[in-house]
């Protein structure tokens, strides 16, 4: 953890030790191996630090301090109690040495608050190198370091939205090529990181023109235009760009090209904002971007606005999603389209802070069960239990078993206002005029799976699309119904929105309100999945 100044801190410390580089002091005994750890941590943090930046640190004296409790120590830091230490430019301060012992390797804690302290001291480098040094040098680097918001850096100004990702790993990259210096003492370095990002982070192909408008305006604030054509391969830096398509014939700047890419960080496409590139080719205009940047949109579209662990259970379900699609249409033209049968997009007029935070909060974690990608499966309000994928479907699928949705005494999803039994009366009259006299569910569990259409079987996705087309989509709102014959037809109850099986989203947001992580939360209703991060994500190639 990195502070400037510290103003003002008491404490009483009862005994002092005296080491190579200052003094310890502690209330506690602290053990000779455990000075001798100091010492050599310390030591070698300089060595690391001087090596790494060719440079050579005067001699000082350093004031090393382990408070008396916890208590104290986030109460003078205003920190976290997870963090182990503190490094201004002439003090470290730490935890008390009995909760540091309880913590990881002493070693490794002293190493990476030492490694600070000296990093420091060169001044002016922005947090997430710093940090990325620390954490590489002391060896606590590990798929589940979450680095950038516990550290504060989301207030830093170089730090903006667009260079969150993969920090760590950038610092890496740089320190293994033995580039950091080159890199840092190139004023430009965020750019050359944002860059790097860019080109080497998984990306999607998002196609955007769905419906296949036959005009499309394209503006660019930045980048180039790579134009393809039978007279061969030319780049255009206009700012504007009217393209016409007809059929699979695509006609900009008065001639007729093959395709357009535009090459760019950012584009507005029919007065719509993406992040991203633009490659239009035969009757698509496909928009290729990071994954990450992809779900820092799709995230609010597919859960309302929500307690923040809840969101975060909706990114790691839309990102793996997004991966899902990757990994199978692989030898398609584009990976996913912007409408809801894939996931509604709707480029960056949907991101905000929250949905950023979220994101980059589980950066590049996906679910997996037995090391695959699984199939996402959500819905609004289950309704008191959620589903097994074979009460609902045809395929058993060992993670989506039925769960009740119920903890700490009540229902999850009691919060949405699908929760609430509903009625449906669907009359004799209208069943007559689509051709229907009798009907009866089929049940899986709790789940009309089936039904049978006077003496005909059909799945209930069949018989509700049916019933949908003519009555709307939400007069059957959900399969977890009965029904009940009357004179004039039938009486439907049903509970819940949707189809039940995984993750339920408004059950999802009462476990956040009522203390649950997201970790929790997707393993309360998926079983024995796991979040990982996604082999290829890190783009540096570790
Ligand atoms: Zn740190
Ligand atoms: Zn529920």
């Not at 990071?290 to 259970?313: R, T």
């Not at 790691?316 to 990994?327: I, K």
């Amino acid at each position: 953890m990195i502070f400037i100044s510290i103003l003002f801190v008491n404490f009483l410390h009862g005994i002092e030790y005296s080491f190579i580089g200052g003094i310890v002091k502690s209330d506690e005994v602290i053990s000779t191996s455990e000075i001798e750890l100091i010492e050599n941590s310390y030591l070698e943090a300089k060595n690391i630090i001087e090596d790494l930046f060719k440079l050579k640190f005067k001699n000082e004296k350093v004031e090393i301090v382990f408070l008396s409790s916890t208590y104290e120590f986030t109460k003078n830091f205003g920190v976290d109690y997870k963090i182990g230490g503190i490094s201004t430019r002439n003090n470290v301060y730490f935890q008390p040495i009995r909760v540091l012992r309880t913590k990881s390797d002493l070693r490794k804690i002293f190493l990476h608050e030492f490694l600070h302290f000296w990093i420091d001291k060169i001044g002016n480098l922005p947090d997430f190198i710093n940090e990325g040094i620390a954490l590489y040098y002391s060896k606590l680097f590990n798929k589940n370091t979450t680095l950038i918001f516990p550290e504060g850096l989301e207030d830093k100004e170089i730090f903006t939205e667009d260079y969150y990702f993969s920090s760590k790993e950038f610092v890496r990259y740089l320190i293994e090529k033995k580039l950091l210096h080159s890199v840092l003492s190139n004023s430009n370095y965020v750019e050359v990181y944002r860059k790097f990002y860019f080109e080497n982070a998984d990306k999607i192909r998002v196609l955007v023109n769905p419906r296949k408008e036959r005009e499309l305006s394209v503006k660019l604030s930045s980048g180039y235009a790579t134009i393809f054509s039978k007279d061969g391969e030319f780049e255009v830096k206009n700012s504007q760009f009217k393209i016409l398509m007809e059929g699979k014939r695509i006609f900009v700047l008065g001639r007729e090209v093959f395709s357009i890419h535009f090459k760019t960080d950012k584009f507005i496409l029919n007065d719509r904002s993406y992040r991203g590139e633009l490659l239009i080719t035969n009757e698509l205009a496909i928009n290729i971007l990071p994954v990450e940047y992809y779900v820092y949109s799709v995230v609010n579209s597919e859960i309302p606005p929500s307690e923040l662990e809840a969101m975060k259970v909706q990114a790691v379900l839309s990102r793996t999603l997004a991966y899902y699609f990757m990994r199978s249409r692989k030898n398609e033209p584009y990976d996913v389209n912007s409408l809801t049968d894939s996931q509604s997009y709707r480029g960056m007029s949907e991101e905000n802070q929250q949905s950023k935070r979220c994101i980059i909060d589980t950066e590049g974690e996906i679910l997996t069960f037995a090391g695959s990608i699984i199939p996402v499966y959500f819905s609004s309000t289950c309704g008191g239990k959620t589903a097994n994928s074979e009460d609902v479907w045809n395929d058993y699928l060992p993670f989506y078993r039925s769960k009740d949705c119920f903890y700490n005494g009540e229902t999850n999803c009691n919060i949405s206002e699908h929760f609430k039994e509903w009625e449906r009366f669907l009359t004799n009259d209208f069943l007559y005029s689509i051709g229907i006299t009798n009907v009866e569910f089929v049940y899986s569990g709790e789940r009309v799976k089936r039904v049978i259409v006077d003496g005909r079987i059909e799945s209930f996705d069949v018989f509700k699309a049916r019933i949908s087309k003519i009555l709307g989509w939400n007069f059957l709102k959900s399969n977890f119904l009965t029904i009940e014959k009357k004179e004039n037809g039938y009486l439907i109850k049903g509970r819940g929105l949707g189809h039940g099986v995984g993750v339920c989203q408004y059950g999802a947001i009462g476990l956040a309100k009522k203390g649950k992580n997201y970790r929790e939360i997707l393993s309360f209703y998926l079983s024995g999945v796991e979040i990982e991060k996604f082999k290829n994500q890190n783009p540096w190639g570790f």
